[in-house]
């Protein structure tokens, strides 16, 4: 059964600042939904608290419902460390593990969950490197440090590393801001890849871009979910007049 | 109004007295150094690393034994400073509440002042009474407490530099907290606290002070880790005081021999260093 990301009453807070007032919204399973919106509207707050990495800042809380094909991820006695191997991130600034090489990187899910064998560890690699469409530009250079890559390269590779785990849902926080318009191009169609075998949520700054991958869209503002639906009607047709007023670019 | 002129004589004054007072800084280094080597090299030869003392009113022999004593001291005082060092390092740059942080830094700070012939007394009280003998272990711990605060705080400066992208990179991959601490922001540490723990070593090799009751110094090898043992500092200090030319030119010798010690760790601290910049860059 695959139901995808079902959120309800979801509020989050940093100290006693609330940063996100229930919001609620369905992310379906294989599909693409994009979080829109202007800076500091709670959109990137709003995806960490999917996986549950909001509360890993000091003084972050959040509440609410998120349902994973039906199992609430704020349930009690949830250990936050197994939802985050279901629910993988990729982070606006690529950031491989320094210290470890291409191959280390994609297999540092697996190798530090304890997977020993070595077979099994190239194939996992050699999988989620091709899922990444980077491995024939790394296949030969598996031992060279990740931040040898170039920025693309290197974002790329984290998510390689974020799929090698087999997560159900890839979360995606800007994840081509840092990158120039060919980079973001490949990461566009591996989006659109990738959707086959798990669900998406991402952030973006870029309407476009939401436009071309997603099937649902989401608007915040000010901590508020003010619109969501099926991407071409939030983009043609808006509901609400804030939404019209944002895509327009009269604001924010 | 300043003239133009009379700022470009000005200028070059300043720049000189800079430099000056740059090339100052090495100055007393290379001025040991030299004298060192003009008063101990000459008694600088195979024999002195490889042999023991002679009695007294014998020409040649050599430190031998304290070369050896001096690497075991270290590594005795490496077991007791550096897991207590990394590790109460680490609890400081990662610790949510910053309370004990903040005592824990501000002690450490103050026992990085503590002159180190206390930390003896307090190796003596702690090791030696209790044992009723001088000894290498008490030795080890007396070097071992002056390298905690050192080690610590290079490890906590160091951690924080971590970039906390990397953290949140580990812990989104579904590893836990401890995982992600130890595997991914200890290991991309790694060179900076080599660093630290070079710096460390390089501070407790000439350290003698507080090897006069604790370790002792010993004029044979030594018996065990409980019993009295030769350092080089100390065998330096012995000889030093001592009536005789020819024991005066070994503790120049001995002297030459740590002092290169102490500066080759420092070079490998310093490439250690380097390693580290090219990876975080």
Known sequence: MADGLEVSDLNAWFG???VLKNIGLRAPANGVTALIGPSGCGKSTFVR?????????PGARATGQVLLNGEDLYAPGVDPVMIRRRIGM?????????????????AAGLRLAGVRDKNVLHEVVERALGQAALWDEVKDELHKSGSSLSGGQQQRLCIARAVAVQPEVLLMDEPCSALDPIATAKIEDLILELKKDLTIVIVTHNMQQAARVSEWTGFFLMGELIEFGVTRELFTAPRQKKTEEYITGRFG | MISF???VIVNRLMNFLAGAA????????????GFLVYQGGSSLNLEFFTHMPKPVGEAGGGMANAIVGTLILIALACCVGLPIGILGGLYLAEARDPRLPWIVRFLAD???GVPSIVIGIFAYTLVVLPMRRFSALAGGVALGVIMIPIVLRTTEEIVRLVPASLREAGLALG???WKVTLRIVLVTARAGIVTGVMVAIARIAGETAPLLFTAFGNRFWHSGLDQPIAALALQVFAYAISPYDDWHRQAWAGALVLITMVFLVSLAARLATRGLQ???R
């Not at chain 1, 990729?90 to 994609?106: G, H, I, L, R, W």
């Not at chain 2, 740059?22 to 150094?33: D, R």
């Open chain 2, 278 to 280: 090219r990876q975080t």
């Open chain 1, 90 to 106: 990729v982070f606006q600034k690529p950031n491989p593990f320094p210290t470890m090489s291409v191959f280390d990187n994609v």
């Open chain 2, 22 to 33: 740059a090339v100052l800084v090495i100055l007393p280094l290379i001025l040991v150094f």
């Open chain 1, 16 to 18: 006693s600042r609330q």
């Open chain 2, 175 to 177: 590893l836990p907290n």
């Open chain 1, 49 to 57: 608290c999917l996986n549950r990495m909001h509360e890993v800042v």
């Open chain 2, 5 to 7: 002129k009379k700022r």
């Open chain 2, 110 to 112: 103050v026992l990085n």
